[in-house]
């Protein structure tokens, strides 16, 4: 067998064996299970009478859930840019203005 054949034979079975080697990682399975809660979060406040120093207090899941809920009774229905936009709005005036109530900064009332 000539040089030329050895080397070819070599890389072959240097390519199935990396084959090998990677097809059998893919075949790993890892059991356990998904962590899942049924724990209700914090309560979150009437979305008419929160203020920005409550407002402030929130998770952001929180606060785009009250925001969401004011601006859907602002006018005709709520949309998630029109949302973040009035999120961004009401984070940079709460911080100057945290006794304000909320739906005052961003539904006038």
Same mark, same amino acid.
């Given at each position: 067998m000539g040089m030329h054949a050895r080397t070819l034979t070599a890389r072959l079975a240097m390519g199935? +064996?990396?084959?090998? /080697?990677? %097809?059998a990682g893919c075949t790993q399975t890892v059991t356990g299970t998904v962590a899942q809660?049924?724990?209700?979060g914090p309560p979150i406040p009437d979305a008419t009478s929160v203020t920005c120093k409550e407002y402030a207090?929130?998770?952001?899941?929180?606060? +785009?859930?009250?925001? /969401?809920? %004011?601006m859907k009774e602002g006018s005709g229905g709520a949309g998630?840019?029109?949302t973040?936009?009035?999120?961004?709005?009401?984070?940079?005036?709460?911080?100057?203005?945290?006794?304000?109530r909320l739906s005052d900064i961003l539904i006038g009332r």
């Open positions: 199935l +064996l990396l084959s090998a /080697g990677l %097809l809660t049924t724990e209700p207090a929130l998770e952001e899941d929180a606060q +785009l859930a009250i925001i /969401g809920e %004011l998630s840019q029109r973040v936009v009035a999120k961004t709005l009401a984070d940079a005036i709460c911080e100057v203005l945290p006794s304000a």
